[in-house]
């Protein structure tokens, strides 16, 4: 494949050549999909949130790395950002539509493992035994 390919869509389909490493949607889709990306996609889909209500309803996540997965989601157009001029100034994070949209499978994906996780089917670590060889009972 010739050098710059990868950056232009791809023929009459309209979409990207998302295995290439220099597509820019492929950088979305890491964005979306990273460690902190979906948990902020999650969170923000009941309502706006303020930034130490966000960090506090995604435990572990440092307030580094939620502030540079924002910054990612931001740009992308994802999520965004209104800050009222007070002091200190207030900073509120919501999903755009583009952003909602995105958001759904990810928040199906979550209520069917939590469902999932509800009516006792468990992870495949708790199935294993310690040995991995299945639970007895399994």
């Not at 307030?63 to 900073?91: C, N, W, Y």
């Not at 995105?102 to 996780?117: A, K, N, W």
């Not at 006792?120 to 310690?130: D, F, I, V």
Request: net charge neutral; glycine share 12%.
């Amino acid at each position: 494949m010739r050098e710059g390919t990868q950056l232009r869509q791809a023929g009459a389909s309209g979409g990207y050549e998302v295995f290439h490493t220099d597509c820019p949607a492929r950088d979305m889709v890491d964005h979306v999909t990273s460690r902190w990306g979906v948990w902020v996609l999650i969170s923000l889909r009941g309502n706006d949130l303020r930034f130490y209500e966000l960090r506090n309803s995604i435990q572990g996540v440092s307030e580094k790395m939620l502030s540079q997965t924002l910054r990612a989601l931001v740009q992308d157009g994802l999520v965004r950002r209104e800050v009222e001029p007070t002091t200190p100034p207030q900073v509120t994070y919501g999903l755009t539509e583009f952003g909602r949209h995105v958001s759904e499978p990810l928040t199906e994906l979550f209520d069917r493992i939590t469902q999932r996780m509800a009516s006792g089917g468990g992870s495949a670590t708790e199935r294993l035994g310690a040995t991995g060889a299945p639970a007895a009972g399994s």
